[in-house]
């Protein structure tokens, strides 16, 4: 398990940078679920789970309007 995480090798850097992308162009109001179609329209395949982790990870969240 720990060699895998350090053979550094980072499967989704393209993806992560792409979520950074969309999220920073759109201020910081689009969640992971915005942010998933946004990438499927960019032509990744990717899981709303995987976003949303991968998020967490990075530290953005979504900013939440209250009603």
Do not use: C
Request: proline content about 0%; charged content about 35%; glycine content about 8%.
């Amino acid at each position: 398990y720990q060699l895998k995480q350090l053979d550094g090798h980072d499967k989704d850097k393209e993806t992560k940078g792409e979520i950074q992308e969309i999220y920073y162009e759109h201020k910081g109001n689009y969640g992971y679920r915005r942010i998933t179609l946004e990438l499927r329209n960019r032509g990744f395949v990717v899981n709303q789970k995987k976003v949303q982790r991968l998020m967490k990870l990075l530290g953005l969240s979504s900013q939440i309007r209250r009603k």
